[in-house]
């Protein structure tokens, strides 16, 4: 089931407490003072000889399509941090669920809508008969096929899917996670923060009611006043629960047979529309930091829509003074923010200059999403080296990015946040919409940039560490691989660990799955480092470069 407050991982927590007492210090010791030091030392210097191997195989395969699909397949892959829920589901789902529904599909435009199917619309459930006609809806509602011209860019025709199924993609929601959960897990992935868009009517109901107030302490009081927010807090948390019912169904969660995604721990981010008025905006957020306040299921919110609508680009400034104020009001609700979606030519130069600075100075937020203009930005070097120092991390989905706003390669920023120690996670932003999936980026990173077995591990760690589930990090220190104190004198990843490290691992669901992860590392590295064919020359000489 998710993890949710009472979950999957919380019954895994107790029953490795349970079985902590009766094992042997000398039985999970395996390492020495000595040895365990030799291991961190070599793991802040170079490769061990199991990564090592690994990164053979990769290189022996890299021109071999199948083989290294399994191996991205298989790769344990920590956390998607920057996930849609709509735009994350295949693009066949939603068209199954608007024929089940009996939903309409306009012949122009593509756009579902409710029956009766008049006028100029069509039966959604005309898709199954006629095979051009689902051809033609699924490359409106999605990138596939898609190529820019005849009046579309791929930005209008990527931000314009959502409005197309839009009608359907709020249908069953609970459905639409059951596939993305376990689609998640079913790639090695053990943990999923998903955005979506908590009591909207509510929400927009009340910002009307209560009007735009400059004083933003003002306009939380009047948002406050009379039990308004609560009722909408309360909607949002009735819904939440509704659609964990209909997942939990869907993926049979409750049988003999239970979708992978059943286990996997989920947290929710909700969203602001960006583009909306400037009460709504404040509401909206206003809800998000409430609803992580209030509800362990939801743990941050962040801004949506094209960062370059008229709206969005003339309050962008007052956007983060709002922040700025919530997160003095609510210090510990974390906050990543969409900042820097932008390209030369997608706005005016000076637009380009203070996206994700303002994102970072003013807003406070602990994390990113996209940063494509980073180079385009005042004193970009002081400013990359500021992120690096305050751990502002960069979610970077690059398919989205090549496909949105067409910046692929070496053009792309990842090498550069890499180079200016930026902690970057990979993540699909709307793997549906854009027929990717997280195995697939991390492939296209791997061959874009040549990066070999230990930077995607590092990855795939530094996605989890940077989660906000609750919890300490297993690692002692971010960016660096050496464990807290309590699992130290263990070996990472041990199925048994001591006392004081179960201990330590049944308070954190964030070490919980951090050291499951490497215990998948573990299993992932015996199995692929043993079909390396360089011999063990290489193999060593790999290890002494410390590459």
């Known amino acids: 089931?998710?993890?949710?407050?009472?979950?999957?991982?919380?019954?895994?927590?107790?029953?490795?407490?349970?079985?902590?007492?009766?094992?042997?210090?000398?039985?999970?010791?395996?390492?020495?003072?000595?040895?365990?030091?030799?291991a961190a030392e070599k793991e802040a210097n170079g490769p061990t000889r199991a990564e090592a191997r690994v990164s053979a195989y990769l290189r022996d395969v890299r021109d071999r399509p199948g083989a290294l699909a399994a191996f991205f397949r298989a790769l344990p892959k920590g956390a998607d941090l920057h996930n849609h829920l709509s735009g994350a589901a295949t693009t066949e789902l939603l068209l199954k669920i608007a024929v089940e529904a009996g939903y309409c599909i306009d012949r122009t435009t593509l756009t579902a809508s409710a029956p009766p199917c008049t006028g100029n619309t069509r039966p959604a459930a005309d898709t199954v008969t006629d095979p051009a006609f689902r051809r033609q809806v699924i490359r409106a509602w999605s990138m596939q096929d898609f190529k820019?011209?005849?009046?579309?860019?791929?930005?209008?025709?990527?931000?314009?899917?959502?409005?197309?199924?839009?009608?359907?993609?709020?249908?069953?929601?609970?459905?639409?996670?059951?596939?993305?959960?376990?689609?998640?897990?079913?790639?090695?992935?053990?943990?999923?923060?998903t955005m979506l868009t908590p009591?909207?009517?509510?929400?927009?109901?009340?910002?009307?009611?209560?009007?735009?107030?400059?004083?933003?302490?003002?306009?939380?009081?009047?948002?406050?006043?009379?039990?308004?927010?609560?009722?909408?807090?309360?909607?949002?948390?009735?819904?939440?629960?509704?659609?964990?019912?209909?997942?939990?169904?869907?993926?049979?969660?409750?049988?003999?047979?239970?979708?992978?995604?059943?286990?996997?721990?989920?947290?929710?981010?909700?969203?602001v529309s960006r583009g909306g008025t400037r009460e709504v905006v404040f509401t909206q957020m206003l809800l998000g930091v409430e609803l992580a306040r209030r509800d362990p299921r939801f743990v941050s919110l962040n801004l949506v829509q094209p960062e370059d609508g008229?709206?969005?680009?003339?309050?962008?400034?007052?956007?983060?003074?709002?922040?700025?104020?919530?997160?003095?009001?609510?210090?510990?609700?974390?906050?990543t923010l969409h900042a820097g979606e932008l390209v030369p030519g997608l706005v005016k130069p000076e637009d380009l200059r203070f996206h994700v600075r303002d994102a970072v100075l003013t807003a406070g937020t602990d994390r990113i999403g996209h940063g494509v203009d980073i180079r385009h930005e005042d004193d970009y070097r002081e400013l990359l080296r500021l992120m690096a120092r305050r751990h502002v991390l960069v979610e970077v989905p690059l398919t989205s990015n090549a496909q949105v706003l067409g910046v692929t390669g070496w053009r792309h920023p990842f090498p550069l946040y890499r180079r200016y120690g930026v902690p970057v996670a990979l993540a699909t932003d709307d793997a549906g919409v854009e027929r990717t999936d997280i195995s697939r980026e991390y492939q296209r990173a791997a061959l874009t940039y040549g990066l070999d077995y230990r930077v995607l591990k590092g990855l795939a760690r530094t996605s989890l560490e940077y989660g906000f589930l609750q919890g300490r990090s297993l690692w002692r220190h971010r960016g660096g691989y050496q464990a807290v104190p309590e699992c130290a004198r263990n070996r990472l990843g041990d199925p048994t660990p001591g006392p004081r490290c179960a201990r330590f691992l049944a308070?954190?669901?964030?070490?919980?799955?951090?050291?499951?992860?490497?215990?998948?590392?573990?299993?992932?590295?015996?199995?692929?480092?043993?079909?390396?064919?360089?011999?063990?020359?290489?193999?060593?000489?790999?290890?002494?470069?410390?590459?």
């Open 1 to 38: 089931m998710i993890d949710m407050p009472l979950s999957a991982l919380s019954l895994a927590r107790r029953r490795t407490a349970r079985l902590a007492p009766v094992l042997s210090a000398a039985l999970v010791l395996t390492l020495t003072s000595t040895q365990l030091s030799q």
């Open 507 to 547: 308070s954190s669901a964030k070490g919980a799955l951090e050291w499951k992860q490497e215990g998948a590392f573990r299993t992932f590295e015996r199995k692929f480092g043993a079909k390396a064919r360089t011999g063990s020359r290489t193999v060593n000489a790999l290890v002494a470069a410390g590459r």
């Open 148 to 193: 820019p011209g005849q009046g579309e860019s791929s930005h209008d025709h990527f931000f314009a899917t959502f409005g197309k199924f839009g009608a359907v993609s709020g249908l069953q929601p609970g459905r639409l996670l059951a596939q993305v959960s376990t689609s998640v897990a079913k790639q090695h992935q053990f943990y999923l923060e």
């Open 199 to 271: 009591a909207y009517n509510a929400a927009a109901a009340l910002a009307a009611k209560v009007g735009y107030d400059s004083d933003l302490s003002r306009l939380r009081d009047k948002l406050l006043a009379d039990g308004g927010m609560d009722a909408v807090v309360r909607q949002a948390m009735s819904q939440t629960d509704s659609l964990l019912d209909e997942f939990r169904s869907a993926a049979h969660c409750d049988t003999h047979h239970p979708d992978a995604g059943c286990s996997l721990p989920v947290r929710f981010i909700s969203q």
């Open 310 to 335: 008229s709206v969005a680009l003339a309050d962008y400034r007052l956007q983060m003074r709002m922040l700025k104020y919530l997160r003095g009001v609510y210090p510990d609700v974390p906050l």
